[in-house]
């Protein structure tokens, strides 16, 4: 009973750092996304991906980097981190693209000193 | 780009009281949505709601999908002490994003 597993847990950067936020799902979903937790924000999607070797912008893209190779993985990379990108990332999958049902991980808290 | 209006933004109940909280859009969603993310957790899906005027329940949850299609409510019925966490709405348009809310947080004392 895996469902959608995240790594790390945590994690703390100097700024100018690069790190890879992984995320790895067994439950055979195509629609695969990241969204950020800010307090007062809510949840907001960052990338998502509809499909090995299919990738695309949300709301908040800037900063981050994302390939999908294989229909299990969705890496979220940071290429040069900043405070502002300190935050609480999910990862979410879904077997139904048309019906917005997302399966969510339990979270990477990231902190960029 | 597209919002949710998501209402009340916290709420602190005593143990046994009804809960309300809604959402409302400017544009028009397929699809709504409710999350409860528990502490420290990911969220969760509670319900879905897929047609206009449509009512669903999940044990003490009832949701409404409204006649407009620009807005949704959650109740909560007898509220326990693990009630406690974040909902979140959201509104799905097919070919589109799913939006979320800025959530409610909800406080429990017993």
């Known amino acids: 009973n895996a469902g959608v597993t995240q790594t790390p847990k945590f994690q703390v950067l100097k700024t100018g750092q690069s790190m890879t936020l992984q995320c790895a799902q067994d439950m055979n979903h195509e629609y695969m996304s990241w969204y950020r937790q800010d307090p007062g924000m809510g949840l907001r999607l960052i990338h998502y991906?509809?499909?090995?070797?299919?990738?695309d912008q949300g709301e908040v893209p800037n900063g981050y980097n994302v390939s999908r190779s294989t229909t299990e993985d969705f890496p979220l990379r940071l290429l040069s981190a900043a405070p502002s990108q300190t935050s609480v990332y999910f990862c979410?999958?879904?077997?139904?693209?048309?019906?917005?049902?997302?399966?969510f991980g339990e979270g990477s808290r990231l902190t960029v000193l | 780009g597209q919002q949710l209006n998501q209402s009340p933004q916290s709420m602190f109940i005593q143990e046994g009281e009804d809960v309300s909280m809604n959402c409302t859009s400017s544009?028009?969603?397929?699809?709504w949505l409710w999350y409860k993310q528990d502490p420290g957790e990911g969220p969760v899906l509670l319900i879905a709601?897929?047609?206009?005027?449509e009512l669903t329940s999940n044990g003490r949850l009832t949701a409404q999908f409204g006649i407009t299609r620009k807005d949704s409510f959650l109740n909560i019925s007898a509220s326990i002490p693990s009630d406690v966490g974040i909902y979140f709405c959201?509104?799905?348009?097919?070919?589109?994003?799913?939006?979320f809310g800025k959530g409610t947080t909800l406080s429990v004392s017993s």
């Open positions: 979410a999958s879904s077997g139904y693209l048309d019906t917005g049902e997302l399966f």
């Open positions: 544009s028009i969603f397929n699809t």
């Open positions: 709601l897929y047609k206009a005027g």
């Open positions: 991906s509809v499909g090995a070797g299919i990738t």
């Open positions: 959201a509104g799905y348009q097919a070919g589109t994003a799913l939006i």
